[in-house]
Nanobody, 127 residues
Framework: QVQLVESGGGLVQTGGSLRLSCVAS????????LGWFRQAPGKEREFVAA????????DYADSVKGRFTISRDNAKNTVYLQMNSLKPEDTAVYYC????????????????????WGQGAQVTVSS
């Protein structure tokens, strides 16, 4: 019922930047908390960032704090992940996720908290 489509991935050198976008096909986008997760080859899926419905709350993994910024535009049904100062260890498939919630504060790191997932966008950082 809710479809999420990521875009903006690609290949960059260490220290470069990328911005991922995720568009949701749902009218009540404002009622969905959003998150970004990633999975590197041979690794488990890990939390990257999350944002509440009103963007009042955000949360970041320690590994990306200070380098990545999550934001949302409810008028465009889009969540973004701005990635700066990229490192080779950031190489992964990045997934956006959404959770319907009446809470204006929720921005959780648990993958099980999210109901809908995008198809993933490849980000490769070369050294």
């Amino acid at each position: 019922q809710v479809q999420l489509v990521e875009s903006g991935g690609g290949l960059v050198q260490t220290g470069g930047s990328l911005r991922l976008s995720c568009v949701a096909s749902v009218r009540t986008f404002r009622l969905y908390a959003l998150g970004w997760f990633r999975q590197a080859p041979g690794k488990e899926r890990e939390f990257v960032a999350a944002i509440s419905t009103t963007a009042a709350n955000t949360d970041y993994a320690d590994s990306v704090k200070g380098r990545f910024t999550i934001s949302r535009d409810n008028a465009k049904n889009t969540v973004y992940l701005q990635m700066n100062s990229l490192k080779p260890e950031d190489t992964a498939v990045y997934y956006c996720a959404a959770r319907f919630t009446m809470s204006t504060m929720f921005a959780g790191p648990g993958a099980a908290d999210y109901n809908y997932w995008g198809q993933g966008a490849q980000v490769t950082v070369s050294s």
